[in-house]
């Protein structure tokens, strides 16, 4: 959701400078520790206590902020970015569940009955007038193929690539440097060929392998040329 003037009072954000020279804010959502909502309790459904204290659920994702679109659209101005890649490191559930694989309205808790988190996340980032250029997809476990795509139409279909493979996505950015062989394939390949600092990027990661994602988002914190490309 987009915050209220009073609560970017008290909530962290970013400022830059646009090429024009003038200055940007953008505020940050409010995470703890398990990367959920604030007031969720994670795993306090396991406990006997009282539903009311229980906070929200800990798949409710209506504190997320991200950028809005929709008035540059509205007011023929320049887009935020000159274009928008989405990387889904984790996607075994694919686009099936939804007529037309994606959702029909933004939803307010992400679930992996029916769909998953990338056509949540998609859906959210087009409600906000931003569509992806390019979508980089994987899995590390085998996947039924035609479920995967679902009823997913041609307009999306078409700029999407789907690896299963966690060899691609655990090649670490340092061995591109050092101009080893890696696979076309791998994550900080193609992210780091693919993407701009203009561009939207966002990266996605539940691959339910704490090493493997442990090691990913090290790798992003550790190379700022990395983590320079990545917006969300």
């Not at 003038?22 to 306090?44: D, K, Q, W, Y």
């Not at 970015?81 to 099936?96: I, K, P, Q, T, W």
């Not at 997809?137 to 041609?154: D, M, N, R, Y």
């Not at 090493?211 to 040329?225: S, W």
Request: charged share 25%; hydrophobic share 35%; aromatic share 10%.
């Amino acid at each position: 959701k987009t915050p209220t003037i009073e609560e970017t009072t008290v909530m962290s954000y970013f400022k830059y400078r646009n090429a024009d020279g003038t200055m940007n804010m953008e505020i940050i959502e409010s995470l703890h520790g398990n990367a959920r909502h604030p007031f969720a309790r994670v795993m306090c459904d396991k406990l006997d206590i009282t539903p009311a204290l229980r906070g929200e659920k800990v798949l409710d994702i209506t504190h997320l902020i991200l950028p809005n679109d929709c008035e540059n659209e509205t007011h023929k101005k320049q887009p935020l970015s000159s274009r928008n890649l989405f990387f889904d490191l984790g996607s075994s559930e694919g686009f099936h569940g939804f007529e037309g694989g994606i959702p029909l309205q933004t939803p307010q808790v992400i679930s992996g009955i029916g769909g998953s988190i990338n056509t949540s996340i998609l859906q959210i980032i087009f409600d906000r007038c931003i569509e992806f250029d390019d979508i980089f997809a994987w899995e590390v476990t085998e996947v039924e193929h035609a479920k995967w795509w679902g009823s997913l139409g041609p307009d999306i279909r078409r700029k999407i690539q789907f690896y299963v493979d966690e060899g691609n996505l655990s090649v670490s950015f340092e061995e591109k440097q050092r101009k080893e062989e890696v696979p076309s394939g791998s994550f900080f390949q193609l992210l780091s060929d693919t993407a701009t600092p203009d561009d939207y990027v966002v990266v996605k990661v539940d691959i339910d392998r704490p090493a493997l994602e442990q090691y990913i988002m090290q790798t992003v914190v550790d190379n700022k040329v990395i983590s320079n490309l990545i917006d969300e």
